[in-house]
T-cell receptor, first 115, second 111 residues
């Protein structure tokens, strides 16, 4: 398996622009998580899905952020409009039910810079 | 107060040293305790996990959980330059639940 796939790997945009981050979880995994990592705040959970349904979005910072999971193999995180304080590395992770402890597998991340 | 506190370091040690990394937490209901390792410009990878209290050993790594003190530790014996990375502790109430991560400790093992 190729692991969790994220695109793009790097994104540089200007304040006010819309940004869309993409994630393909590991096949067969039915949980998907979006995280944001910064030096100041560390790794923060933004939202997670189970079977394509959002379960907990309490970490989404504000209405400018939205996430969707239209099917089991694809999810997007959208920021509209983007602001410089959104600059961070965004990770997607997935896990599945194997009957015991279930490791979260992280993607390589998308490094977002908002100018 | 944050749910999980972790000293950000950086921690610099010579090759072969024993390393101790620690986290404290505030929620006594946490059941699963994990250590993730993150190399520069990569995603975190699970290193070890422990359910409830006790110790767990895997090669040069030992994870320890003291629920009475709300304190977890990761020990690395005979540290190697390849161990240089950021180590994040994480914990959760249940399986398939929200993870609470520490801010990570950056470790540098000098040859």
């Amino acid at each position: 398996d190729a692991g969790v796939i994220q695109s793009p790997r790097h994104e540089v945009t200007e304040m006010g622009q819309e940004v869309t981050l993409r994630c393909k979880p590991i096949s067969g995994h039915d949980y998907l998580f979006w995280y944001r990592q910064t030096m100041m705040r560390g790794l923060e959970l933004l939202i997670y899905f189970n079977n394509n349904v959002p379960i907990d979005d309490s970490g989404m910072p504000e209405d400018r952020f939205s996430a969707k999971m239209p099917n089991a193999s694809f999810s997007t995180l959208k920021i509209q409009p983007s602001e410089p304080r959104d600059s961070a590395v965004y990770f997607c992770a997935s896990t599945g039910d194997t009957g015991s402890y279930n490791e979260q597998f992280f993607g390589p991340g998308t490094r977002l810079t908002v100018l | 107060q944050k749910e999980v506190e972790q000293d950000p370091g950086p921690l610099s040690v010579p090759e072969g040293a024993i390393v101790s990394l620690n986290c404290t937490y505030s929620n006594s209901a946490f059941q699963y305790f994990m250590w993730y390792r993150q190399y520069s410009r990569k995603g975190p990878e699970l290193l070890m996990y422990t359910y409830s209290s006790g110790n767990k050993e895997d090669g040069r790594f030992t994870a320890q959980v003291d629920k009475s003190s709300k304190y977890i530790s990761l020990f690395i014996r005979d540290s190697q330059p390849s161990d240089s990375a950021t180590y994040l502790c994480a914990m959760t109430l249940y399986n398939f639940n929200k993870f609470y991560f520490g801010s990570g400790t950056k470790l540098n093992v000098k040859p």
